[in-house]
């Protein structure tokens, strides 16, 4: 008897601990981006209408975007070799009316996330390296024509065309 309630209270212990052994692994994120726009210092930030987002299995330290044509174009260009890749690994889809408006799954290790915004002539990019079993990310993109290129909760807001106020 001493035994078998033994042996009972080995199995209560081990078998849950086994149960984490058994779960799927997540291999991808959804990546999900709530974009927003500011077109004056002072003025409103309103939801992003049109958006092109997609990514490039490559990280930042070694492509970068060169300009805002081939943020459009959707090109990189390696830093080190001047070598253009031109077919992103993944391509977000974009609906207005959704609260994240744009959507990308990423399924390598590391991402370099690059969005356009056409209407404002900005692009913004950021590396991601991808976590385990993290199966959706929900994030916020903040980009502002007013101000000049910066950095911002992890993306690079780029904006080539800022030109500083006058002084009157």
């Not at 913004?124 to 976590?131: D, E, H, M, S, T």
Request: with cysteine; aromatic share 12%.
């Amino acid at each position: 008897m001493k035994k078998s309630l033994r042996y009972i209270v080995c199995l209560l212990v081990v078998v849950p601990m086994l149960q984490g052994c058994f779960k799927d692994v997540v291999s991808y994120t959804d990546y999900r981006i709530a974009a927003y726009e500011q077109t004056e210092s002072n003025g409103e930030f309103l939801r992003s209408t049109d958006l092109e987002t997609y990514a490039f299995y490559v990280d930042t330290t070694e492509w970068k975007v060169a300009s805002y044509e081939d943020a459009l174009a959707r090109r990189i260009t390696n830093k080190t070799t001047g070598k253009t890749l031109t077919e992103p690994d993944a391509v977000a889809t974009f609906d207005a009316n959704e609260e994240y408006q744009a959507t990308i799954r990423l399924e390598a290790e590391i991402s370099m996330l690059v969005t356009v915004n056409p209407t404002l002539k900005l692009y913004a990019y950021r590396k991601y390296p991808l976590p385990e079993n993290l199966p959706s990310v929900d994030t916020k993109l903040y980009m502002a024509s007013w101000r000049p290129s910066h950095s911002l909760s992890g993306w690079r807001i780029v904006n080539e065309f800022y030109a500083p106020p006058t002084q009157e």
